[in-house]
Nanobody, 125 residues
Framework: QVQLVESGGGLVQPGGSLRLSCVAS????????MAWVRQAPGTERELVAA???????AYAPSVKGRFQISRDIARNAVYLQMNSLRTEDTAVYYC???????????????????WGQGTQVTVST
């Protein structure tokens, strides 16, 4: 069973930065796409960033140029560096693992089968 544990959320002022971390249990970490998905109250979930097994990366237009996803194979970890944060970035951020290995299309949150518990990110003055 795959378990994902996120950390790094919190309260930050507009323009500030946060770094989210997610550590995954289990083996074959390198074979699966990982993603960060966020959801604010009353809104649809949004795939913010994803990294494929061969390290192709995709970003939502709303965060491109401000957020950066990366992973550390040795630590079974994926990160989300968030810069120039805006109030509209406020949401619960979830780490997720794709259900199939070696996938090239990584942009559909419905294709992710394993989810962390979520970490709250609040951008406010």
């Amino acid at each position: 069973q795959v378990q994902l544990v996120e950390s790094g959320g919190g309260l930050v002022q507009p323009g500030g930065s946060l770094r989210l971390s997610c550590v995954a249990s289990g083996d074959r970490f390198r074979e699966y796409a990982m993603a960060w998905v966020r959801q604010a109250p009353g809104t649809e979930r949004e795939l913010v960033a994803a990294i494929s097994w061969n390290e192709n990366i995709a970003y939502a237009p709303s965060v491109k140029g401000r957020f950066q996803i990366s992973r550390d194979i040795a630590r079974n970890a994926v990160y989300l560096q968030m810069n120039s944060l805006r109030t509209e970035d406020t949401a619960v951020y979830y780490c997720a693992r794709h259900q199939f290995s070696h996938q090239l299309w990584i942009g559909d949150p419905d294709e992710y089968a394993y989810w962390g518990q979520g970490t709250q990110v609040t951008v406010s003055t």
